[in-house]
């Protein structure tokens, strides 16, 4: 047997061993605490939400925990197993090979993504060994507003880098199959000249050195597909990211070794920050829309878990290794904008039953990620309906209804017996499952890797900001959970997800806070009161939930802010390495780059601007598609309606399709300078001039 | 002229954007027109050439002894709008390649049929 899948078969079956008997116990105290041991129907749909809840919980403890193991015993090193042990002292003398470094967005922030291109690229230069790397912006914005303001960043980063013919701009004009198309479409036409391609997401920033070690890796492995690196969050500044930000740095490390050393070989792409071999990846992870019904029909929402599991069919390895710093994201500001995600998430997540069910050959490894993928999600309606059975049967014994014969072949009576000392053990066991973890992320800081300790300011600010993050996420969960739910079921009935930038800058107003969390606070009323009403005791254990589910507005707004990011950034809690500048140079460029606006701010909108600025004008008409026959006639026409009617009266998305055409836009461009001052496009020029000059 | 090597540049916009003051004293933005028709057309043509000349090269130079005719400035302007498209690629030349779908091949059986190394 090959002896990495001998390591990673035993690691695995302990696992799997520990999740299953720490379930079992969990059970067996469930089975103790349930009046009728499991006896009634209710007990039995309340034991069948119970069992996989606290399984997960436990598997995601136990990963920790062998994260923890991994670290302790190789010293904080990573695995002896991962590549970047087996084959660091050999990196730097392999040769680099050609590698397109490719930046797949759709509607993003554009001073944002160029910052972070910018900065990454200036790492890959800074290495000396940027002749190997061409760099791709490819763009699935619909917007011109988007596209044109995209196009003119990417004219001045090759123009500041000096990287005409090497940072290449490509905008699709048919967005099929979202950002799998995306990748494709690049892939069809330019994957051929490169040996692998690295994918960045709109908010990566990644380090040279992380950038070419993960190229010497390929080279030194040529088993391997993929290698994802891990990604930790920086530039937070809402107190929600920067709580995100927190978490990521601190608990993030025991939880991806312990990832990395259960998958070993056979891990997963989050679909950016990671190498791929292109060969392989064109040859056998080309996603085809799924045939199915409902959720299970059209594009693959989720597509890198799947692409990972296709390329470890073809005979690839897929390795995660968490040794390669200087991978960076950056986290949603604020609960509503993660939420909006989850949703994207879910439905994602969900699709991948039709992978882990009917798809032949894929890697158990992989089947169980689909699994645990799934769960993410839909553990969620499994609470709720865990707290829905719970309530039920609290309400029969309220209401006085205790059947003593709830099996009706049996001649004796079933006592109804109440351990309320088996209820604080089970609620002791797993308040530890789910805040172990935690513990044990910081005792590693404080105890055995106190070299990171600096990077989070103070032991006394980090103990604070430990506490903190506790006391929220246990706030966030219920709402989080409710969210999902939702989610889940929409997914199922299939109600149709917007594919759309995230946004990644901005508050959250109360009136929208409010409208988006009103169903659970009214949920949470509702539960309060009828628990109340049932029992007293019943009432103090429903309290964190519902708590948490009536404060969901305030809590949103208030850690969407940034003033508080900022106060308690001054504070020192929360304090993560990026922020006490101590994540590498990549970092500090990325804050130091200066980014003027690309056009002056009373400037009229990008579609004029490009119309009416002489070298934008010539830039688009450069760039513009060769047009002829219909096509061609058809942009004449568009343009001569534009010249007649200006450009208010035509949809956006229309009259930029005038931007395909060089000989079209440029008879506009003239026309419109040399128009008198009466005239339509004459007034839009004096307008021009006026707009830019006058504050 | 000025050529278009020397005025193909982003950095008209950037600059644009960097100083408004100083243009604010160039331009002649406050046309309210007080003046008799013809000197208004004038400062209107002078303004279009002068505003051309500045977003194409970020930097204009007003030459407070030229002939300031609307022919000359019509002429000018005429001569600015003619200044060809340049050569630009955005992307690098196509190198077809296809993306197969993720389908098992029949002879492919998982972790074993293929060796890549």
Known sequence: MNPLLRVALIRRWVFMGLVLLQTSLGVWGMIWVLPYHGDTPIEQAILATFIPLYAFVAAGSWMALFGFYIRRRFGGHGDARSLLARFGSQLPTVPLAPTAIALPIYHEDVERVFRGLQATIESVLATGQGAAFEFFVLSDSRDPEVWLEERAAWLRLSHTLNLQGRLHYRRRRVNLKAKTGNVSDFLRRWGRKFKYFIVLDADSVMSGEAIVTLVRLMECEPKAGMIQTVPRLFNARSAFARMQQFVTHLYGPLFSEGLAALQLNEAVFWGHNAIIRTEAFMAHCGLKSMRGLGLWRGTVLSHDFVEASFIRRAGYEVWLETGIEGSYEESPPSLDDELIRDKRWSKGNLQHLRFLGFERGIATAHRMAFLNGIFAYLASPVWFLFLLFSTIEVAQFAAGDINYFPDARSLYPSWPQWHPQWAIILVTSTLVTLFLPKVLALVELLVFDRKRLPGFGSTGRLLQGFFLENMFSILLAPIRMLAHSAYVIQAVLNVTVQWAGQNRSSEVGWGQAFIRHAPGMLLALTWSGIALSLDANFFYWTIPISLSLLLAAPITVGLSRFSLGDTWRAKGVWCTPPEQGLSGAVLREFSSIEMPPLKPMNAPSWLEWTLLHPNQARIAAALAARRTGLAKAASHRLGEKILAEGLQTIPRREAARVLDDADALMRLHRHAWQARPEDLWGRVIDQLTRSICIR | ?117
């Open chain 2, 1 to 117: 002229m000025t050529s278009f090597d020397d005025t193909f540049t982003i950095r008209a916009a950037q600059e644009s954007a960097a100083e408004p003051d100083d243009i604010v004293a160039l331009s002649a933005a406050k046309t309210t027109c007080r003046y008799p028709e013809a000197i208004c057309e004038q400062l209107r043509w002078l303004q279009r050439r002068v505003f051309y000349q500045f977003l194409q090269t970020g930097c204009p130079t007003i030459d407070m002894e030229a002939d300031l005719s609307i022919a000359r400035n019509q002429a000018d302007l005429r001569q600015r709008l003619q200044v060809s498209v340049p050569e630009l690629q955005s992307m690098p030349t196509i190198s077809r390649g296809s993306v197969q779908h993720g389908v098992l091949p029949p002879t492919l059986k998982p972790h074993t049929a293929k060796d890549p190394a």
